[in-house]
């Protein structure tokens, strides 16, 4: 089994800083890509920002320039540093990962439990 737990969410006025860990356990040959994604109540969950296991990234267009993320495959963790938040941010951040889970190289991906980020005006 493997579990993804974040965490670094809360509350923050705009214009502020919060950084998202993630962090990857369990029964894990390799990490493919990694992402995050977010969802407001009532709306469809999106994708925030990815990262290869090379370092290759995505990004959202409603975060380029203010989210990073970044990625430690010694550690198995994800990041996400979010600078300069809105309101329109406001929402559950949830961490998603394409796992190796066999020495076959059989892939799953898993989701963490999400942590709620909330931007206050």
């Known amino acids: 089994q493997v579990q993804l737990v974040e965490s670094g969410g809360g509350l923050v006025q705009a214009g502020g800083s919060l950084r998202l860990s993630c962090a990857a356990s369990?029964?894990?040959?390799?990490?493919?890509?990694m992402g995050w994604y977010r969802q407001v109540a009532g709306k469809q969950r999106e994708l925030a920002a990815s990262i290869t296991s090379g370092g290759g990234t995505n990004y959202a267009d409603s975060v380029k320039g203010r989210f990073t993320i970044s990625r430690d495959n010694v550690k198995n963790m994800v990041y996400l540093q979010m600078n300069s938040l809105k309101p329109d941010d406001t929402a559950v951040y949830y961490c998603?990962?394409?796992?190796?889970?066999?020495?076959?190289?059989?892939?799953?991906?898993?989701w963490g439990q999400g942590t709620q980020v909330t931007v206050s005006s």
């Open positions: 369990g029964r894990i040959f390799g990490l493919n890509v």
């Open positions: 998603q990962a394409n796992v190796v889970v066999s020495p076959l190289g059989s892939r799953r991906d898993y």
